[in-house]
């Protein structure tokens, strides 16, 4: 019963990420790739088209009894127009462009801080290297309590308004009042904001002595150098085999995806074919210069892994090329164009289907708006998250690669290689310290009373013998105790792993080596990830 509350609570929260996700980096759009080039089709329309809706607006403009703002009708009536297109044909009004374009333009204007809330007071979880906060004195750890003249500590303010209180244009200023450890009085620091980069490779490092893992989390305009950049550093380091982990990646640019596709397959492999109504066929190939073509490779996704994450994984799986690992995925093989207009708002209109080299689009159905938002929370009640048998597949697009091997069209993905989502380790303890975040704050505490120490990790090994001087049971246990939740011998033993290893995650993660102390950590219990190691085994042997 708790296995299943705790699947449930996971997934209501997977739903929440995948759509906010996917809405985000649905951007498929057509752009000039190393690749192939693109052979740009003009819109056209007939003023006759557009007679009918016109009237109606001048008519309320000219007639209605009251004054009304055409401008505001025009606002509201376009998103309704894309909502009867495809899920992924959407508006984008002139205040959300920027923060919509921040996704695939691998940038932002800001100051340059991760942060966290756990109490309702901003937490610098870390500062990036080279940006404004880093050249003004700010430090993971410091504590964010004003901004400019507004106290926003304590104030319940949403997260969301913090951020637009931080960003800013380039070359513009904020101060900041900051609480720092040992420091009695508020300190007030002055910060220029600049360009932040977005990195979309969240990890890179040697898993084990032979196999590098990347975990890249979108598509933006800088993902196939940053990939390119990591690959390169693990294979100095002797890499033979690579797990790449496409889980969680909602897509982006498709011209990122052919990039990245590319490094691993031979010339002349086809990675990927679009095709519209309006929009001739056209293929990209793989142009025989990619830089993994010999090393062994297994891609891990699941049930967000969307868009141009598909296209990669169908691309290697239909050419032969390495093994899928995980669930099945998303399921979307639409792309879209942006077109954007002189107020600065914009749509994203679907154009034409991907397709992938045995000719199988992969998009669900999307006949019904309700039910295409449900499929995810259908998949889980059907039991397609712990049993391979229970995936779904339309045996009407059934496809074949060179290798003989069988393929489904018209719902996503399916791994060649299914991995169940992980429950072991979950009792009534694991759920009653995570519903009140006491994992994460403990390791905010424990991250404040090191800060010094903390602050000098700038290698995985000196993490870990770091570690090595503390017993986390015994202090997490006593933590958890002072909260009111104390557990017995055996539910400690049953989900110690579990705790042991996110604690170590949280705390790696405010060092500075960011995520490459946080992932390393979740790797020791990861299911799906062990899996492909197994697997990329089996294949030298």
Known sequence: ????????????????????????????????????????????????????????????????????????????T??????????HSVYIPASDMEQANEYIEGNFDGIGVMFNMPNDTVIVINVIGGGPSERAGVQAGDRILTVNDSLIA???????????????????????????????????????????????????????????????????????????????????????????????????????????????????NLIVYTEGKARQRQDFHANGHGHLQDVDVAILTDESTASASEIVAGALQDNDRGQIIGRRTFGKGLVQEPINFSDKSGIRLTVARYYTPTGRCI???????????????????????????????????????AGGKIVYGGGGIVPDVFVPIDTIGVNSYFEKVSRKN?????????????????????????????????DFPKLFTEYTTQQGIKPTVQELKTCQPLIDNYLKAFIGRNTPLDDDG???????????????????????R
């Open 438 to 470: 006491l994992i994460y704050r403990f390791a905010i505490q424990f991250s404040d009373q090191h800060r010094g120490k903390i602050n000098t990790l700038h290698t995985l090994p000196a993490l870990l013998d770091f570690f090595r001087h503390f």
């Open 154 to 268: 304590g104030q319940k303010i949403n997260q969301n308004n913090i951020v637009k209180m931080l960003r800013g244009k380039t070359g513009t200023n904020v101060t900041v009042g900051i609480q720092r450890v040992n420091e009695p009085n508020l300190i007030h620091i002055p910060i220029t904001r600049g360009k932040i980069p977005v990195k979309s490779v969240d990890a890179a490092y040697m898993y084990n002595d032979h196999t590098g893992y990347i975990k890249l989390s979108k598509f933006s305009k800088t993902s196939h150098t940053e990939f390119l950049q990591a690959v390169l550093q693990l294979q100095k380091n002797n890499m033979q085999n690579l797990i790449f982990d496409l889980r969680g990646n909602t897509g982006g640019l498709l011209d990122q995806a052919f990039e990245i596709a590319n490094e691993f397959l031979q010339k002349g």
């Open 363 to 401: 998009q669900k159905p999307y006949g019904n708006g309700k039910d295409y938002e449900d499929d995810i929370y259908q998949r889980y009640l059907h039991g397609e998250f712990t049993e391979s048998n229970n995936i779904q597949q339309d045996t009407m697009q059934r496809f074949t690669t």
């Open 518 to 540: 946080f992932y390393p950590f979740l790797g020791n219990i990861d299911n799906t990830l062990q899996q492909a190691e197994k697997e990329l085994g089996k294949n030298k």
């Open 1 to 76: 019963m708790n296995k299943n509350r705790s699947i449930l609570l996971r997934l209501l929260s997977l739903l929440i990420c995948i759509m906010i996700g996917i809405i985000v980096g649905q951007y498929m759009v057509y752009r000039k790739s190393a690749i192939n080039k693109y052979i740009p089709i003009p819109v056209r329309y007939s003023s006759a088209e557009l007679s009918k809706l016109q009237l109606v607006f001048d008519l309320i403009k000219d007639n209605y009894v009251d004054n009304v703002n055409i401008d505001t009708l025009v606002e509201k």
């Open 78 to 87: 376009i998103p309704i127009v894309m909502e009867e297109l495809d899920p």
